[in-house]
Nanobody
Framework: QVQLVESGGGLVQAGGSLTLSCAAS????????IGWFRQAPGKEREYVAA????????SYADSVKGRFTVSRDNAKNTVYLQMNTLKPEDTAVYYC?????????????????WGQGTQVTVSS
């Protein structure tokens, strides 16, 4: 059982940077892999990035590779998504999610727990 809260969203100009945080409850946080997803109006929710519980291995969607970085601080029960060189196409509600598995981290169905989301708007 884990509860997640996203924060750090806001308005930023194209080319700018923003860092999102995903704060989790529970002393077993380090045992969960954490994924980031986003959803724009009228669009399907899509995978962005993930970091595993074991070894802190990271993965990224092709659309954000080289621009976004996911990291975790287990002592703070927090996962971060550093977003650089933001584009208007990055505008969406961003969600973090937790799974007890290290596998299939790019798949929506793999995740058991979800946060409420935080809005990121990139102006052109």
């Amino acid at each position: 059982q884990v509860q997640l809260v996203e924060s750090g969203g806001g308005l930023v100009q194209a080319g700018g940077s923003l860092t999102l945080s995903c704060a989790a409850s529970g002393r077993t946080f380090s045992r969960y892999s954490i994924g980031w997803f986003r959803q724009a109006p009228g669009k399907e929710r899509e995978y962005v990035a993930a970091i595993t519980a074991t070894g802190g291995r990271t993965s990224y969607a092709d659309s954000v590779k080289g621009r976004f970085t996911v990291s975790r601080d287990n002592a703070k029960n927090t996962v971060y998504l550093q977003m650089n060189t933001l584009k208007p196409e990055d505008t969406a509600v961003y969600y973090c999610a937790a799974t007890y598995s290290d596998y299939n981290v790019a798949r929506l169905y793999a995740y058991d727990y979800w946060g409420q989301g935080t809005q990121v708007t990139v102006s052109s």
